[in-house]
């Protein structure tokens, strides 16, 4: 509580407002990319590869490094790490709108993710400095609207710079406008935001990192060569993810055997609730970001739609979404548990598929796509809502901070394989004049969807009450 009482109310208020900045500044750059897509596409004459590692990129790195930037916050101060985090954004958001080639733009995104893995911990953090737990409640609530609004608000805020076009710029001002936004979030952690660290710092795992980073890349890399055909490379590339991920598993346990600091405690994997939740995790990220890809991309590639027209389309998705975690998760979870997660998986896929085909194979005008965008938007809310308190309702509080940087690096890794897999597809049936590309995605977005539900049902009906150990 000294940490807490030593702020006036002021700057409690004024270091939230710094920390709401660079939530809007991370979640808005994960949202804007896909209505740029197409233009940067056209601009550079990027194969799908490219393209699809534009946004991959992005989610890998910061998945890869999350866990890792919580801890350099315990380690050397969270406001210190914040500001670093803040302005290697910045920079890296100015590389991408200065990218010469969709090359550089890969590199510069993937460098975006890392240092957005640095900086998103540390917000978190500092809310533990910052307010008593019951403050926390109505702050974090804050955050959540929010964050909310920013995801709608990127999609059209996209669409209306590239529509600006100001100074010839195009699709370059989604990522520059970054830079005034940068500079007010430095400007106001610099003055208030306090300096805190952890009392115990929890180390780090290099090598755990390695290792889970080279299975992730051993599944991406071969899904994003669709277009090329794959050879004994790509072959020989998926073939030592397993071997990689069994290797990552002793290294883990060997380590929290020695007690020494590891990427993750294998016991948590023991928890039902928290292993069906993070694989569920994984399977919505993907299908969620693949659809969102291939939904922006069908816009205007397939429909000739502008950047603007897709941006305002978002919204309809976003409002529903909204709406589905803040209304029906929130208050049907606690009465009818995994069956709200049912529920909103099945209305998901057909939602989804519904408006992917209407976009192509059935040419339905914008306006009927309006309800059923707010449907899939209710079925995504209902099942993303209840992911994280499901997956962490049976956790031990002493393993609660290494549950959520877990299921954060879930969806972070499952948004990248989305891409990878629905990029795929898309890119490689466009060729395909009798089916329109977006069908073909259909397949692999219910597919992903269905996965959720089943592994849904495979939860126990009494989420929020621990297992009782049965007598010997």
Not at 376 to 397: E, F, H, R, T, W
Not at 404 to 432: D, E, H, M
């Amino acid at each position: 509580m000294n940490a807490i009482s030593a702020l006036s109310p002021r700057q409690q208020n004024l270091a939230l407002v710094t920390l709401i900045i660079a939530v809007v500044l991370e979640i808005v750059d994960l949202t804007i990319i896909n209505t740029a897509l197409p233009a940067i596409s056209a601009d550079f004459a990027a194969n799908a590869e490219a393209v699809q590692w534009i946004v991959a990129g992005y989610a890998l790195s910061f998945a890869l490094l999350l866990m890792a930037g919580g801890r350099l916050g315990d380690s050397f101060g969270y406001r210190r790490v914040f500001l670093i985090g803040v302005a290697g954004f910045t920079l890296s958001s100015m590389a991408c709108g200065l990218a010469r080639n969709a090359d550089e733009l890969v590199a510069a995104r993937l460098l975006q993710g890392a240092t957005g893995a640095i900086m998103s911990p540390q917000a978190m953090a500092l809310m533990q400095v910052l307010f008593s737990p019951l403050e926390r409640v109505s702050k974090l609530a804050l955050f959540g609207l929010v964050g909310g609004l920013a995801a709608i608000a990127g999609p059209i805020l996209g669409g209306l710079l590239i529509k600006a076009n100001l100074l010839g710029l195009g699709w370059r001002l989604v990522f520059l406008i970054n830079f005034p936004v940068g500079l007010l979030a430095l400007v106001s952690g610099w003055y208030f935001l306090p300096e805190r660290r952890s009392a115990h710092p929890a180390g780090f795992d290099a090598a755990g990192m390695a290792l889970l980073g080279a299975a992730v890349l051993g599944v991406l890399w071969p899904l994003t060569r669709s277009e090329a055909g794959w050879t004994w490379r790509e072959w020989t590339s998926l073939s030592c993810v397993g071997p990689l991920v069994l290797w990552a598993w002793h290294h883990v346990s060997a380590r929290i055997e020695a007690r020494r600091p590891a990427l993750f405690d294998p016991a948590l994997f023991a928890i039902r609730p928290f292993r069906l939740g993070l694989a569920i995790s994984i399977a919505f990220a993907a299908a969620n970001t693949g659809f969102l890809l291939a939904f922006a991309f069908a816009l205007q590639a397939e429909r000739g739609e502008t950047p603007l027209t897709t941006g305002l389309l978002h919204m309809p998705f976003g409002l529903g979404a909204m709406v589905g975690i803040a209304v029906l998760g929130r208050n049907f979870l606690p009465r009818y548990g995994k069956w709200v997660m049912v529920a909103g998986g099945v209305t998901m896929a057909l939602a989804t598929s519904a408006v992917l085909a209407g976009i192509g194979a059935l040419a339905l005008p914008l306006p009927a796509l309006t309800p059923l965008l707010v449907m899939a938007g209710l079925g995504m809310g209902a099942l993303s809502g209840c992911i994280a308190p499901v997956a962490v309702a049976q956790v031990d509080k002493d393993h609660a901070g290494a549950a959520s940087g877990l299921l954060k690096t879930a969806q972070q890794l499952g948004a990248a394989l989305g891409i990878a897999l629905s990029g795929s597809i898309y890119f490689a049936w466009k060729g395909n004049a009798q089916i329109p590309p977006s069908l073909a995605v259909v397949s692999v977005i219910a597919g992903l969807l269905a996965l959720c539900v089943v592994l849904a049902l495979r939860l126990p009906e009494r989420i929020f009450t621990r297992p009782q150990p049965t007598a010997s």
